[in-house]
């Protein structure tokens, strides 16, 4: 359904016709009668010559979408970036989970055979542990 919505720039009356809502179409309408204000206030000429007033605040407008057309393509770099990063971050967390899933199987099997080892020294069926000595640093007994 296409909104209808009287506005006035430049002390001119308009009736737009469009898609977006009421309030969107304002918005913009109040933001360019702005410009227009800005324009008029800078230099006598452009007060006196409409046309010039309405081609400087269309510069001035274009001006304004371009700056904010390549902010937006820095942040997109920028998420582009941190999302490769947390892409990265949660491949290394994945293998940091996986290497101490492992870590804890080798400590439970650890514990088990200590279990089954003092049990059976408990039990005294004759299990021997073969420990052999500490080599000290130069490989010495």
């Known amino acids: 359904m296409k909104n209808r919505v009287k506005i006035s720039i430049d002390g001119k009356s308009f009736t737009l016709v469009g898609d977006e809502s009421e309030e969107h179409m304002r918005k913009v309408a109040s933001y360019i009668d702005e410009k227009m204000t800005e324009m008029r206030e800078k230099a006598v000429a452009v007060s006196m010559d409409s046309s010039l007033a309405y081609v400087l605040t269309s510069i001035n407008v274009a001006d304004d979408y371009f700056k904010q057309k390549a902010y937006v393509a ?22 940091a989970e996986k290497v101490r899933g492992e870590a804890e199987k080798a400590r439970e099997e650890a514990e088990n055979k200590l279990d089954e080892y003092t049990l059976a020294l408990e039990n005294g069926s004759g299990v021997q542990l073969h420990l052999s000595p500490a080599k000290n640093k130069k490989g010495k007994k």
């Open 74 to 95: 820095e942040l997109e770099g920028k998420l582009s970036g941190l999302t490769a990063e947390v892409q990265e971050l949660s491949e290394k967390l994945e293998e």
